[in-house]
């Protein structure tokens, strides 16, 4: 009997803090959103074969062999295809560079094709489509050039090749490189193949710098490297927002409904994002976040939403797109996401931390001095107001709220870093309230404990675990060194874990049943609480089992089947990465391994 292979994406993801495209290991691009992350796919194949478009360069004879890799410390894509009439290597970047005091970073597209042995024919097939695949593009012949025009869209395609390839559909035989460069908007007009060698040395030098300037200890320093890169590449530069992953849709587990879009910044996760970027020393990237958090939360007098667009939009409105088939046929597709309209109270100590080093830390508490008492004073009142409410906690559950115990970990959270910005500043006033409200918050995190199983349960009155209480430990709520706390994971473990150090979020029915997959920054959490209560040498083990569950390039999904490994949810996810950041960070401090600056 034959096995099945377990499901792995088979892809790769470049960009340049404007876009981000997905390149599939034969070469084809099945994911790209332009011209931000939220807008409409240009291509799309990864939801739909027939209605996602295609910009693939495949040879005319069968495929031997793939191999696909980044140029070390880069984003610079390489693909290799072997035929039986030779091979070539396809090379795929997004250029980023330095220019004229500020980050060069277009919506352009470079893909460049060499031969390397043989003679190998070739078919490059470039049709965008627009409007989720509703609409195509008329294609227009240039002199070295093709047009792609819809209504008031305008994209190129500039190359070296023979235009008429893209009209007759003429194999190409590959005898000399050539390059391919698609933009949109503005038309790429420079020699081609010295402009492209050029921008592909100036990212390659950009990318280099940037990982000699981070500060990553040595411990699986590898895979902390790549992690980094794919952070990097999920922050949207022009407003600092964070989205949580380049797709949507893609499934928690086949069939189960699960399909998110992802596009969207997370306030409610915040925390973890910018302690991610402190611990590899990133601060420009850390700075531009905590500007776009404190922007919103100064604009958005209201209710904190658990997420926004990376424009700072409210309205997420969710709606589905039935005209496409969804990832191997996993319907439905979605766009917007309803969990803005979600109350979850966790988001103002998630604000409140992830925004502390701007007015504590000393390389930047001098720029913002003027904001710290009002800005830390309308948090507390926000934490102060919802403190006794219920919500639907930090995994969005739609249909029924409690008083979750995660919730109001990081309203003590919160109030615990105001109380230090107070006594920062001398606020008597703030200090007097942010410690009335960890005393109050403590009450409630209180009711959640189990005393016969010596667990703290998801929410007051309910007897479910939940993987979001093992922060309680890393959060420094209970004491790591103490029982309470060794038992708290204990407990955890024997419901929660799954094979190989994976962690389930929860195991109790929710909107759509149980879950089936394991949740994959759960594990890297566990990892950290491992690590904090002293079987650091357990931590260690766990953590290297979960680097398996990456893809070929390291890259990792939301979800992960317990049963054979597969990767589901959306891909790469971004705080699948943090998750992994932050638990290499943990243990490399415990093994006494600090950064190399």
């Not at 589905?320 to 309803?338: M, W």
Request: proline share 4%.
């Amino acid at each position: 009997m034959t096995k099945t292979p377990k499901h792995k994406y088979n892809s790769g993801i470049i960009g340049n803090c404007s876009y981000i495209a997905h390149v599939n290991i034969t070469g084809n691009i099945t994911w790209l959103c332009w011209p931000t992350f939220e807008d409409s796919f240009v291509f799309g194949s990864l939801l739909d074969q027939e209605n996602g478009g295609e910009f693939s360069i495949l040879p005319t004879s069968e495929i031997t062999n793939t191999d696909q890799q980044y140029i070390e410390n880069t984003n610079i894509l390489c693909t290799t295809l072997t035929t039986e009439e030779g091979s070539y290597r396809i090379t795929d970047f997004a250029p980023r560079f330095e220019q004229y005091e500020r980050y060069y970073k277009p919506l352009m597209l470079v893909r460049k094709v060499e031969p390397l042995s043989g003679r190998p024919k070739i078919r490059v097939r470039c049709t965008p489509k627009y409007q989720y695949g509703k609409q195509g593009f008329t294609k227009n012949r240039g002199s070295n050039h093709i047009q792609f025009e819809q209504e008031d869209v305008r994209m190129r395609l500039a190359t070296n090749m023979p235009v008429s390839h893209f009209f007759d559909d003429i194999p190409h035989v590959l005898s000399s490189t050539v390059y391919l460069v698609m933009t949109f908007g503005s038309p790429f007009e420079a020699p081609i193949e010295r402009t492209a060698e050029d921008f592909l040395s100036r990212t390659k030098s950009y990318w280099h710098r940037w990982v000699k300037n981070a500060s990553i200890a040595p411990f699986c320093q590898k895979e902390v490297i790549r992690s980094a890169l794919v952070l990097k590449l999920h922050q949207y530069e022009d407003t600092g927002a964070l989205i949580a992953a380049s797709t949507t849709s893609l499934p928690e587990h086949p069939g189960s409904g699960r399909n998110w879009d992802y596009r969207y910044c997370w306030l409610r996760d915040s925390y973890y994002v910018l302690t991610a970027l402190s611990h590899i020393g990133q601060f420009e990237e850390m700075e531009k976040y905590a500007s776009y958090i404190a922007n919103i939360t100064q604009t958005d007098r209201g209710r904190l939403q658990p997420l926004y667009g990376i424009m700072g939009q409210h309205q997420l409105t969710e709606t589905t797109l039935d005209h496409l088939e969804g990832y191997l046929g996993n319907k439905p597709v979605r766009l917007g996401n309803q969990a803005f309209e979600h109350i979850q109270n966790d988001v103002y100590g998630q604000a409140l931390l992830a925004l502390l080093p701007m007015f504590t830390d000393h390389r930047f508490s001098h720029q913002n001095t003027g904001l710290a008492k009002s800005w830390t004073n309308y948090i507390l009142n926000k934490i102060e107001s919802t403190i006794d409410e219920f919500d639907a906690g930090i995994w969005e559950f739609r249909n029924f709220e409690n008083r979750h115990c995660y919730s109001n970990l990081f309203q003590w959270a919160g109030a615990t870093a105001a109380l230090k910005i107070a006594e920062q500043y001398g606020f008597e006033e703030i200090k007097i309230k942010a410690k009335e409200l960890r005393e109050r918050a403590s009450v409630h995190i209180e009711s959640c404990y189990d005393e016969d199983r010596g667990v703290y349960t998801t929410a007051t009155k309910n007897p479910n675990l939940d993987a979001s209480t093992l922060q309680l430990i890393m959060m420094n709520y209970l004491d790591p060194a103490s029982d309470k706390a060794k038992r708290h994971l204990e407990a955890l473990e024997k419901e929660l874990k799954g094979e190989n150090g994976l962690f389930y979020r929860y195991l109790h029915k929710d909107d759509f049943g149980k879950p089936k997959s394991t949740f994959l920054v759960c594990a890297f959490w566990y990892v950290e609480a491992l690590a904090c209560v002293g079987r650091l040498e357990e931590a260690q083990q766990v953590f290297k089992q979960l680097i398996g569950y990456g893809n070929h390039l390291k890259l990792f999904s939301e979800d992960v089947d317990e049963q054979d490994g597969s990767q589901w949810g959306n891909f790469p996810q971004a705080y699948s990465h943090v998750g992994l950041v932050n638990a290499a960070n943990r243990i490399a401090v415990k093994l006494d391994h600090p950064a190399f600056l």
